[in-house]
Protein backbone atom coordinates (compact mmCIF):
# COMPACT_ATOMS: atom_id res chain seq x y z
CA UNK A 1 0.00 0.00 0.00
CA UNK A 2 2.89 2.22 0.53
CA UNK A 3 3.97 2.90 -3.28
CA UNK A 4 0.04 3.45 -3.63
CA UNK A 5 -0.30 5.96 -0.66
CA UNK A 6 2.76 7.96 -2.45
CA UNK A 7 1.64 7.78 -5.46
CA UNK A 8 -2.26 8.86 -4.18
CA UNK A 9 -0.78 12.02 -2.38
CA UNK A 10 1.74 13.59 -5.83
CA UNK A 11 -1.43 13.16 -7.26
CA UNK A 12 -3.22 15.31 -4.39
CA UNK A 13 -0.27 17.70 -4.48
CA UNK A 14 -0.48 18.52 -8.53
CA UNK A 15 -4.30 19.04 -8.74
CA UNK A 16 -4.06 21.22 -5.64
CA UNK A 17 -1.38 23.33 -7.69
CA UNK A 18 -3.70 22.85 -10.57
CA UNK A 19 -6.70 23.80 -8.65
CA UNK A 20 -8.83 20.74 -10.18
CA UNK A 21 -11.17 20.30 -8.32
CA UNK A 22 -12.36 16.65 -9.39
CA UNK A 23 -9.18 15.63 -9.28
CA UNK A 24 -8.43 17.07 -5.72
CA UNK A 25 -11.92 14.81 -4.53
CA UNK A 26 -11.04 11.64 -6.24
CA UNK A 27 -6.78 11.63 -4.14
CA UNK A 28 -8.76 12.41 -1.39
CA UNK A 29 -10.97 9.27 -1.64
CA UNK A 30 -8.05 7.33 -2.58
CA UNK A 31 -6.13 8.48 0.45
CA UNK A 32 -9.08 8.18 2.88
CA UNK A 33 -9.52 4.23 1.42
CA UNK A 34 -5.73 3.37 1.65
CA UNK A 35 -5.63 5.14 5.40
CA UNK A 36 -8.71 2.82 6.38
CA UNK A 37 -6.45 -0.35 5.54
CA UNK A 38 -3.92 0.63 7.47
CA UNK A 39 -6.32 1.11 10.12
CA UNK A 40 -5.21 5.21 10.53
CA UNK A 41 -8.93 5.60 11.22
CA UNK A 42 -8.37 9.70 12.02
CA UNK A 43 -6.75 10.09 9.17
CA UNK A 44 -9.49 7.99 6.79
CA UNK A 45 -12.53 9.62 8.54
CA UNK A 46 -10.61 13.30 7.53
CA UNK A 47 -9.54 12.45 4.51
CA UNK A 48 -13.02 10.86 3.29
CA UNK A 49 -15.13 13.62 4.68
CA UNK A 50 -14.08 15.82 2.70
CA UNK A 51 -13.53 13.95 -0.21
CA UNK A 52 -17.58 13.60 0.28
CA UNK A 53 -17.96 17.44 0.91
CA UNK A 54 -16.00 17.92 -2.40
CA UNK A 55 -17.93 15.76 -4.33
CA UNK A 56 -21.20 17.01 -3.07
CA UNK A 57 -20.17 20.67 -4.01
CA UNK A 58 -19.79 18.73 -7.38
CA UNK A 59 -22.88 17.27 -8.05
CA UNK A 60 -21.32 13.91 -7.88
CA UNK A 61 -23.72 11.60 -5.37
CA UNK A 62 -22.15 8.49 -6.24
CA UNK A 63 -19.34 9.01 -5.29
CA UNK A 64 -19.83 10.77 -2.36
CA UNK A 65 -22.04 7.89 -1.08
CA UNK A 66 -18.95 5.55 -1.71
CA UNK A 67 -17.36 8.27 0.45
CA UNK A 68 -19.58 7.47 3.06
CA UNK A 69 -19.60 3.58 2.82
CA UNK A 70 -15.76 3.62 2.64
CA UNK A 71 -16.01 6.09 6.03
CA UNK A 72 -18.63 3.50 7.58
CA UNK A 73 -16.25 1.23 6.73
CA UNK A 74 -13.34 2.84 9.04
CA UNK A 75 -15.80 3.66 11.73
CA UNK A 76 -17.38 0.16 11.77
CA UNK A 77 -13.41 -1.48 11.60
CA UNK A 78 -12.81 1.80 14.88
CA UNK A 79 -16.11 0.83 16.60
CA UNK A 80 -17.62 3.76 15.99
CA UNK A 81 -20.90 1.66 14.88
CA UNK A 82 -23.68 4.58 15.41
CA UNK A 83 -21.90 6.97 13.07
CA UNK A 84 -21.40 3.89 10.67
CA UNK A 85 -25.40 3.05 11.02
CA UNK A 86 -25.75 6.75 10.35
CA UNK A 87 -23.63 7.17 7.41
CA UNK A 88 -24.88 4.06 5.97
CA UNK A 89 -28.43 4.75 5.68
CA UNK A 90 -27.14 8.19 3.82
CA UNK A 91 -25.40 6.22 1.73
CA UNK A 92 -28.30 3.89 0.46
CA UNK A 93 -30.57 6.81 -0.02
CA UNK A 94 -28.46 8.14 -2.28
CA UNK A 95 -28.36 4.81 -4.37
CA UNK A 96 -31.86 4.19 -4.27
CA UNK A 97 -32.09 7.78 -5.83
CA UNK A 98 -29.74 6.82 -8.08
CA UNK A 99 -31.27 3.57 -9.14
CA UNK A 100 -27.75 1.67 -8.68
CA UNK A 101 -28.90 -1.53 -7.41
CA UNK A 102 -25.05 -2.75 -7.07
CA UNK A 103 -24.34 0.19 -4.84
CA UNK A 104 -27.90 -1.12 -3.10
CA UNK A 105 -26.53 -4.71 -2.45
CA UNK A 106 -23.18 -3.53 -0.81
CA UNK A 107 -25.23 -1.05 1.28
CA UNK A 108 -27.20 -3.67 2.34
CA UNK A 109 -24.35 -5.74 3.07
CA UNK A 110 -22.44 -3.39 5.04
CA UNK A 111 -25.46 -2.51 7.31
CA UNK A 112 -25.65 -6.49 7.58
CA UNK A 113 -22.11 -6.66 9.06
CA UNK A 114 -22.37 -3.65 10.91
CA UNK A 115 -25.01 -5.29 12.67
CA UNK A 116 -22.91 -8.46 12.79
CA UNK A 117 -20.30 -7.01 14.33
CA UNK A 118 -21.85 -4.50 16.91
CA UNK A 119 -24.18 -7.97 17.75
CA UNK A 120 -27.49 -6.34 17.61
CA UNK A 121 -30.50 -7.88 16.07
CA UNK A 122 -28.87 -10.86 13.89
CA UNK A 123 -32.39 -11.38 12.63
CA UNK A 124 -32.34 -8.35 10.80
CA UNK A 125 -28.57 -9.01 10.13
CA UNK A 126 -29.54 -12.04 8.56
CA UNK A 127 -32.21 -10.35 6.35
CA UNK A 128 -30.35 -7.35 5.00
CA UNK A 129 -27.44 -10.35 4.01
CA UNK A 130 -30.19 -12.66 2.21
CA UNK A 131 -31.49 -9.14 0.36
CA UNK A 132 -27.81 -7.96 -0.52
CA UNK A 133 -27.38 -11.63 -2.21
CA UNK A 134 -30.33 -11.17 -3.98
CA UNK A 135 -29.28 -8.28 -5.62
CA UNK A 136 -25.80 -9.38 -6.39
CA UNK A 137 -27.49 -12.71 -7.76
CA UNK A 138 -29.77 -10.64 -10.08
CA UNK A 139 -27.36 -8.69 -11.33
CA UNK A 140 -24.68 -11.98 -11.94
CA UNK A 141 -22.52 -10.31 -9.75
CA UNK A 142 -21.34 -13.41 -8.43
CA UNK A 143 -17.43 -11.77 -7.53
CA UNK A 144 -19.55 -9.58 -4.91
CA UNK A 145 -21.80 -12.17 -3.56
CA UNK A 146 -18.79 -13.61 -1.68
CA UNK A 147 -19.35 -11.00 0.69
CA UNK A 148 -23.11 -11.71 1.84
CA UNK A 149 -22.43 -15.64 1.71
CA UNK A 150 -19.20 -15.19 3.87
CA UNK A 151 -22.00 -13.32 5.91
CA UNK A 152 -24.42 -15.32 6.09
CA UNK A 153 -22.55 -17.94 7.47
CA UNK A 154 -21.00 -16.64 10.08
CA UNK A 155 -24.18 -15.54 11.13
CA UNK A 156 -25.75 -19.35 11.00
CA UNK A 157 -21.98 -19.85 12.88
CA UNK A 158 -23.46 -17.82 15.74
CA UNK A 159 -26.53 -19.10 15.91
CA UNK A 160 -25.19 -22.60 15.90
CA UNK A 161 -26.84 -23.59 12.87
CA UNK A 162 -23.87 -25.36 11.52
CA UNK A 163 -25.35 -27.77 8.68
CA UNK A 164 -26.66 -24.75 7.09
CA UNK A 165 -23.39 -22.30 7.96
CA UNK A 166 -20.48 -24.58 6.09
CA UNK A 167 -21.70 -24.34 2.67
CA UNK A 168 -22.24 -20.92 2.94
CA UNK A 169 -18.55 -20.02 4.26
CA UNK A 170 -17.05 -22.62 1.85
CA UNK A 171 -18.93 -20.99 -1.21
CA UNK A 172 -17.88 -17.49 -0.69
CA UNK A 173 -14.14 -19.14 0.29
CA UNK A 174 -13.87 -20.69 -2.97
CA UNK A 175 -15.11 -17.99 -4.87
CA UNK A 176 -13.14 -15.11 -3.37
CA UNK A 177 -9.72 -17.53 -4.39
CA UNK A 178 -11.26 -17.83 -7.76
CA UNK A 179 -12.20 -14.14 -8.78
CA UNK A 180 -9.48 -12.64 -6.29
CA UNK A 181 -12.27 -10.29 -4.46
CA UNK A 182 -10.92 -8.69 -1.38
CA UNK A 183 -12.69 -10.42 1.44
CA UNK A 184 -12.40 -11.25 5.39
CA UNK A 185 -10.83 -14.50 3.89
CA UNK A 186 -9.13 -15.23 7.52
CA UNK A 187 -12.41 -14.41 9.72
CA UNK A 188 -14.06 -17.10 7.26
CA UNK A 189 -11.31 -19.32 7.25
CA UNK A 190 -11.19 -19.12 11.23
CA UNK A 191 -15.57 -19.42 11.22
CA UNK A 192 -15.11 -22.55 9.06
CA UNK A 193 -12.56 -23.81 11.00
CA UNK A 194 -14.34 -23.42 14.10
CA UNK A 195 -17.22 -25.47 12.85
CA UNK A 196 -15.37 -28.20 11.63
CA UNK A 197 -13.88 -28.49 14.88
CA UNK A 198 -17.22 -28.43 16.60
CA UNK A 199 -18.08 -31.28 13.97
CA UNK A 200 -15.26 -33.67 14.72
CA UNK A 201 -13.48 -32.85 11.56
CA UNK A 202 -10.10 -32.35 13.15
CA UNK A 203 -7.86 -32.86 10.34
CA UNK A 204 -9.50 -30.40 7.65
CA UNK A 205 -9.90 -27.86 10.83
CA UNK A 206 -6.17 -28.21 11.60
CA UNK A 207 -5.38 -27.07 7.48
CA UNK A 208 -7.81 -24.36 7.84
CA UNK A 209 -6.14 -22.85 11.16
CA UNK A 210 -3.02 -23.05 9.34
CA UNK A 211 -4.56 -21.56 6.03
CA UNK A 212 -5.91 -18.56 8.48
CA UNK A 213 -2.06 -18.17 9.66
CA UNK A 214 -0.92 -17.91 5.99
CA UNK A 215 -3.44 -15.44 5.18
CA UNK A 216 -2.82 -13.26 8.24
CA UNK A 217 1.26 -13.39 7.21
CA UNK A 218 0.27 -12.11 4.39
CA UNK A 219 -1.64 -9.22 5.38
Known sequence: ????????????????????P??????????G??????????????????????FQALGNRWRQG??????????????????????????????QKLGDTQRVG????????????WQRDLALAQQLAKQSLAHFRERGDTPFSVYPLGLLGLIHLEQGKLEAARPLLEESLAIG??????TDAVHLALGLARLLTLQGDAPSAHHLYRESLDLLFEC
Open 1 to 20: NLPLERLAEESLALYQQLGD
Open 22 to 31: VGIAHSLSRL
Open 33 to 54: GIARIRSQFALAHAQLEEAATR
Open 66 to 95: QCYTEWARAATEEGQYEQARTLLEESLLLY
Open 106 to 117: WVRYLQARLLFV
Open 177 to 182: KQTGVE
